[in-house]
């Protein structure tokens, strides 16, 4: 075609407009255009065009050879058979087939191409490499996790290790002490044997003497002592003690080392529906945020063993073992956001106080009925005791129930639906106070009858599981009580079991297997000042927190022992202490028939 300007040369006009001559080629299209025509045509965002230089262009397609017609080329498509034909291919098996020239199909093939193109490197690679990526950060916390369990069950290991190394050398000091009044037994026997010996010699001397002796008063006035000598002094037996060991049943000693769960691995399909390339070409694709910044639909995190009830590690458990609390800071200044008003008879002690919800509280003292209010004091139910007696501790179980001990009928009682029976009856000692822990077990204090031993009790149900009573070197863990026991009681959240000992002015803290870790004795610098704690309880954070009635305050203490600060509050003689599920304290004044709320943790926002 002759341009109309220039008719001396041959000109290829633009696809587009068919006026200018062309100058660039859109390779997704497969057409010629003019630098005009370039920017309408990039225009349509459906596509993702590719215009390059005409001069770049291949003058010569690369078309393929007919398979079954020699020299022939397919320069055609069928679009029925969809496949490529040549010329002949046409009058043979394709004909009345709809036909179009193969270079259309390759741009539109091409296009495809670039669509998939598209959505591999901008869609599906990159979720498949935060995939790997998830997956790698979920195989590093998988391996901590599991080192916390190694660390768990070597930390059991080494408790092990150390009561059978204390149970050894007991029995070793035990078989020392038996050899050693042994001992003494037969040299006390040698030692009169010996005696009566050298007596003997010295008598037969003296008889031989008398005999060669001519002097006749010596030999009148002999005496015998033959019957003297006749009767052998006692022989000493001793019984030889014996050691019995006991069979190992193995399969009950690894149960009681503490068992893991089984490990149950599943695979599940992706919470995330990936769209075809079709239904997104129409829109433009946006780029990828940083790994940071975007959760990944496709990798779903493990949770920890710490979290997972699937793992249930059945050992001692470290802090480290305990789901982490966000730590939030003590308030400069604690304050009582309510005052509930008992409305006891008038001298009537109120000593307990137990956290049904953040809004009801059970609380008891120096009557046989215990009661459930609200935080305006609005009785809203009352229990009285089946004994008649009053109630030493009570505490609410994870139910929603009241459980209360009677030292006068030696019983622990469970209240439900108004229903009061006795799940622990105890011989030769009282039950004083009590707490639920994490695992649902029952700590009891306890003191003899004859008020001369104290001791804490674990139950499980109504099953005695463990004794806590001495440290490592035979002495008592606790002060003996008779008439006044308060052993107040808590769980601390990295189990170790809290007692306030009022008699001996300590909280005595020992570990989940019965093993002293400290005591706290009172604020250092008031050395002079007589420490008498009296209720006791923790909080989410670890915090230990006891009441001291002698100076009408609160200590707050971490889970080392390490004292933190005073609460100060308006109550003379603060006793039994509670805290709620947002760590909100709740403080029963004894001799002033109240109990107070009081906000000392900073709220989480």
Request: glycine residues 4%; contains cysteine; neutral net charge.
């Amino acid at each position: 075609m002759l341009h109309p300007r220039r008719s001396a040369q041959d000109v290829l006009l633009c696809d587009s407009c068919q006026i200018v001559p062309l100058q660039s080629h859109c390779e997704l299209c497969n057409i010629n255009i003019c630098t005009n025509c370039v920017g309408k045509h990039l225009l349509d965002s459906s596509r993702k065009h590719r215009v390059i230089p005409f001069k770049e262009k291949s003058s010569n397609p690369n078309y393929s050879e007919c398979p079954k017609h020699a020299n022939k080329h397919c320069e055609l498509y069928c679009e029925e058979c969809d496949v490529p034909v040549c010329s002949t291919c046409v009058l043979d098996e394709h004909r009345g087939h709809i036909l179009c020239d193969v270079l259309k199909n390759v741009s539109s093939k091409t296009e495809v191409i670039q669509n998939d193109l598209e959505e591999l490197e901008c869609r599906i690679y990159p979720l498949f490499e935060q995939m790997a990526s998830g997956v790698q950060t979920e195989k590093n916390e998988i391996k901590i996790n599991y080192g916390k369990l190694t660390t768990a069950t070597d930390q059991q290991g080494e408790i092990w290790h150390r009561e059978i190394t204390t149970i050894v050398n007991q029995r070793k000091a035990y078989i020392v002490e038996m050899e050693t009044k042994h001992m003494a037994a037969l040299d006390k026997s040698t030692d009169e044997i010996t005696h009566v010996f050298t007596e003997l010699k010295q008598i037969i001397l003296n008889l031989k003497a008398l005999l060669e002796s001519n002097d006749i008063s010596l030999i009148s006035t002999y005496e015998s002592r033959n019957n003297e000598f006749r009767k052998l002094p006692h022989k000493v037996r001793v019984t030889l003690p014996s050691f019995s060991p006991q069979i190992i049943n193995t399969d009950q000693l690894r149960e009681m080392f503490g068992c893991l769960s089984s490990l149950s691995i599943n695979k599940e399909e992706h919470d995330y529906t990936m769209k075809s390339a079709e239904a997104v070409s129409s829109h433009p694709v946006k780029p990828m945020k940083s790994r940071e910044a975007v959760s990944s639909p496709l990798v779903k995190p493990m949770q920890s063993p710490e979290a997972v009830s699937s793992l249930p590690v059945k050992l001692i458990k470290s802090p480290e073992a305990v789901t982490p609390v966000p730590v939030n800071p003590l308030l400069d200044e604690p304050r009582v956001t309510a005052t509930i008003d008992i409305g006891y008879e008038v001298l009537t002690p109120v000593r307990n106080v137990s956290c049904l919800s953040e809004n009801e509280v059970w609380i008891c003292g120096n009557n046989n009925c215990m009661k459930l209010l609200d935080l305006q004091g609005k009785l809203l139910t009352s229990i009285r005791t089946k004994s008649g007696y009053w109630p030493w501790d009570i505490t609410v179980t994870r139910d929603g129930d009241v459980l209360y001990t009677d030292p006068y009928n030696k019983t622990v009682n469970l209240v439900k639906n108004k229903q009061i029976q006795s799940v622990i009856t105890l011989q030769g000692w009282r039950p004083r106070n009590v707490c639920i822990t994490s695992s649902d077990d029952l700590l009891v204090t306890m003191d003899s009858d004859d008020g001369k031993q104290s001791k804490v009790i674990r139950y499980s149900g109504s099953t005695e599981t463990q004794t806590i009573q001495f440290d490592d070197k035979g002495r008592p863990l606790y002060s003996p009580e008779r008439y006044s026991s308060n052993k107040y009681i808590s769980e601390n959240r990295n189990l170790d079991i809290c007692v306030s000992d009022w008699k001996a002015g300590a909280v005595v803290v020992v570990n989940q297997s019965g093993k002293l870790r400290f005591r706290y004795n009172g604020h250092p610098s008031n050395i002079n000042e007589l420490f008498c704690p009296v209720g006791i309880t923790t909080d989410s954070q670890s915090h230990i927190l006891t009441s001291e009635i002698k100076n009408y305050r609160i200590h707050i203490l971490n889970q080392d022992g390490q004292f933190l600060r005073y609460i100060h509050c308006d109550l003379y003689t603060p006793w039994g202490l509670c805290v709620d599920i947002k760590d909100n304290l709740f403080v029963a004044g004894c001799t002033s028939q109240k109990v107070i709320k009081i906000q000392y943790i900073q709220s989480q926002c």
